[in-house]
């Protein structure tokens, strides 16, 4: 068992880790930094959609970490197992320790696929998919390829999970498949959400009810899947009525795209960073942690009540690294981060609604006199290519991509509702 310290000792190097990283390199490139991650393979998550979708390739979305951590840093090939705080220690897998002078602490979310019963022994076959996974998004295309008719369900669990509107776009890409096939009137698509709307923020989901209908989509909220049969096509959900009583539906399918349910890694939600739900407890503001001034959290673990996307890290990283160095310097935190999040909702296989907004459901455009709610073929291409470029050439090598996302830029769109 071997011990080993550094300035800055980040866990996980997905698209927080690696960005933190360099961008703390560009800030100080003196400064002794460890990333903590066992993967050799690094995904770009928001793709996974328009794999499933067929209009991207996995290959596009995926990177050797190797060729993103920086050979500077000190990459620890393992993973964290624990942590002792008071000791300003992380323990690996291994039994190895690491401590540290500032810990930022960004997992991502674990996957839970056990919590429906049922599904792990019959995704990936049988038309039972799910684009919430690199080992599982392409059956999803394969589905939407092969099939020529019946019921296609598309299930969203309770929240938190990432990106709140990527269960929805793949039902819109498979639908809008569907239609340039001449095949959309064989189908019965259902939306089977367990939560209480079609979004998390009412000037969208008002929007987006028109892209349902257009469809010909039914929508069922409340209806939450806890078993799925593969080989007899049959889905149960809890349904919760308005008084709170709970009833089981057997929905029979041809066709089904699941969202897995998502929480905190399990190492995070019993340990001592934690809050009572298991999420990293940190200043919502800050990003620094509730209790342990030295650490910091950002990304999908974190208690922060943003929309987990890719965009909300974007624009965490340069909080968390400006924060340290605030301490590192003897000032002041800076409360930098207001919620931010983005959502590129694909409606068409030509189309994208890009939905920005912060805490509390403001709607926070980056583009004046473009209304938020209309699809674009622009957002569509930003979607394909320009986004993934922004991710790997800009965000994961470190620069500060600050483009002001303004309330008052919405506020002529909001007076027409």
């Known amino acids: 068992m071997s011990q080993q310290h550094h300035t800055i000792v980040i866990v996980g190097g997905g698209a927080a880790g690696i960005s933190v990283a360099n961008n703390m390199h560009r800030q100080n490139p003196n400064i002794d930094i460890a990333i903590i991650e066992p993967s050799e393979t690094h995904y770009y998550q928001p793709a996974f959609t328009i794999i499933g979708g067929g209009a991207y390739t996995l290959k596009r979305a995926t990177r050797n ?32 320790k690491v401590t540290y002078d500032y ?43 092969n099939i020529e008719g019946g019921t296609a369900l598309f299930t969203q669990p309770p929240m938190p999970i990432k990106c709140a509107g990527a269960p929805q776009k793949i039902m819109y890409l498979a639908a809008d498949r569907f239609r340039k096939k001449g095949i959309l009137d064989n189908f019965n698509i259902e939306f089977c959400n367990a939560g209480p709307g079609l979004f998390g923020v009412p000037f969208f989901a008002k929007a987006l009810s028109k892209v349902v209908a257009d469809y010909g989509i039914k929508t069922h909220f409340n209806h939450n899947l806890i078993a799925i049969d593969g080989p007899a096509k049959k889905a149960t959900f809890e349904v919760v009525d308005s008084k709170g009583k709970k009833t089981q539906v057997v929905k029979s399918f041809d066709m089904i795209h699941v969202t897995p349910p998502q929480s905190a890694p399990g190492f995070i939600k019993k ?48 909080v968390v690294v400006d924060n340290i160095l605030n301490l590192i310097n003897n000032k002041n935190l800076e409360e930098g981060y207001d919620g931010y ?31 938020p709610r209309k699809s674009r073929y622009i957002w569509w291409l930003g979607k394909v290519f320009g986004f993934p470029w922004l991710y790997w050439y800009l965000m994961l090598k470190g620069y500060r991509i600050d483009i002001p996302h303004l309330e008052s830029y919405a506020k002529p769109f909001i007076d027409k509702e």
């Not at 983005?342 to 912060?358: D, N, R, W």
Request: glycine letters at 8%.
């Open 65 to 96: 970490e190797a060729d993103l951590i920086n050979l500077c840093f000190t990459w620890i090939k393992d993973a964290a197992k624990t942590f002792s705080p008071d000791k300003n220690t992380v323990t690996l897998s291994s039994g190895d």
């Open 103 to 145: 810990l930022v602490v960004c997992p991502g979310l674990q996957l839970d696929w056990n919590k429906i019963d049922g599904l792990k022994k019959t995704l990936g076959k049988n038309n039972v998919c799910s684009n919430y996974s690199a080992d599982t998004v392409e059956y999803t295309w394969e589905c939407i390829q």
């Open 271 to 318: 340990s001592p960073l934690a809050n009572e739900a298991g999420w990293i407890d940190v200043n919502d503001r800050t990003l620094q942690h509730n209790k342990y001034g030295n650490i910091f959290g950002l990304g999908d673990a974190t208690s922060t009540p943003n929309a987990k996307t890719a965009a909300a890290v974007r624009k965490q990283v340069p």
């Open 341 to 371: 999040g983005s959502c590129p909702l694909t409606t068409s296989l030509s189309a994208v609604m890009l939905a920005e907004f912060s805490y509390g459901g403001k709607i926070t455009p980056s583009f004046p006199k473009l209304d």
